[in-house]
């Protein structure tokens, strides 16, 4: 049978995943080289060097725990028809197949949460806190579970029930509607993300007049990037990581630095990382970028489509019909090799304009400031001097710490 072939696939296709995820991985922790790089002596000592290796190793072995549990809890869902068992549960609770998707996904968020939570709160309380990361409390901790909770309901619920629209209200070509109705939400999220998302979770504070925001002034005129918003977000909050982020397109465009970030570096070095973020938007990758993304939503509508009308790939998961729901978790396995293919692309010219941002940072502010930055952001997070090469070239957004200094050649 037809749902017997599908469902061969996508039992293989999870496997395969995790199998290729996991080994990736393996290789990766263990590429760890005992030496120094010369360039960053300065910054590590042989007990910080061995903390870093051994804050990677703790990372990755509750990681494998996490992603072994999850697929022998998705292999036996599989094998002893859990997902037809969970639709017949909401195909009974109701008439409305609007409220049969809806429990169906509320129950499965639910439970992959209830599962996750144990993994995500020893991440935060066991290992953050023993590197000395962590300054979020319990407090917070349920209160982030809470947020997540209701933007799940309601943004979760309401892209949900939209696309269920979109596809109930045509029986053909409903892929292009949905297509240009995701495209405008994520252009939508992507402007007014830090005036909408951000404060839900974070308090985002006006840079205040002195001298940074002076010297981030003159140089975005210098360079003639018009920025208006500029705001220190509270990341102290949670961790002493040190981050920043850029969001919006044209009036709408924002820089929120961490205050963990302002903190542990000089101004020199923070007009030095914008630099480099304008280097991205003067060379267009931001809109690049934008364009490839909108071109992948339109494919993977499209293919979206042709699966939820092969009625056996819902049959496959234990359906006596189609059902859009289990449409849908079929489809999310059935996309990950495309999905990876994509990915790996998007990641190849990420890490190309990674250099490129790099080389105008060095072009109009100062090549060993970013390189001092880059340095100090890498040796506070504990990161891996070492990633492996096919771990880099499959899951790197950023080219690594070490390839990007000998680009910038920083005494």
Known sequence: MASDSWFIIIFSLVIFNYLFSTVLNFINSRNWKPDIPSNMKDFYDENKYQKARDYGKEKERISFIGSTISLLLMLLMLSFNGFGILNDFSTDFSESVYVQTGIFFLILFVASDLISLPFSWYNTFVIEEKYGFNKTTYKTFFIDKVKGYLLTVIIGGGILFGIMYIVDSLTSGFWIWLWLALTSLMI?????????????????????????????????????????????????????????????????????????????????????????????????????????????????????????????????????????HLGIVAFGVLYSPIGTLLSLFMNVLSRKNEFEADAYAKNTANAGDLALALKKLSVDSLSNLYPHPLYVFFHYSHPPLLKRLDRLNPS
């Open 188 to 324: 939508l999220i992507n402007m007014f993300y830090a005036d909408v998302i951000v404060p839900i979770f974070n308090k985002l504070t006006p840079l205040e007049d002195g001298a940074l925001r002076t010297k981030i002034e003159s140089y975005s005129k210098k360079v003639g990037y018009e920025l208006k918003n500029i705001f220190i977000i509270d990341g102290s909050k949670r961790s002493t990581k040190a981050n920043a982020f850029f969001s919006g397109l044209g009036p709408r465009k924002t820089i929120a630095l961490y205050d963990t970030l302002v903190e542990k570096h000089t101004d020199e070095e923070l007009v030095a990382v914008l630099a480099h973020e304008v280097g991205h938007f003067k060379k267009k990758h931001v809109i690049t970028s934008l364009i490839l993304t909108i071109l992948q939503l339109g494919l993977m509508t499209w293919l979206f489509e042709l699966c939820l009308k092969q009625n056996e790939i819902s049959q496959s998961l234990g359906a006596d019909e189609m059902a859009f």
